[in-house]
């Protein structure tokens, strides 16, 4: 293996376990599930999406599969 390589997966691992410690002492949960309650960017599901926002979706939904 290489020095640049080792190098760089010696930054990741310390990455992840300084990201690890934060979220640990911070009390932040591991996975976010969208804007909390009330937050103006929240989605309403009770009204249905504009043509504007259906075609959007189906962009970012091609783009992530």
Known sequence: MSCRRWWRRLRWAVWDGMVAYGRFTLGVPEILDGPSPGHPERCCPEQPLTDTE????????????
């Open 54 to 65: 259906r075609a959007l979706a189906r962009q970012l939904s091609r783009r992530y599969r």
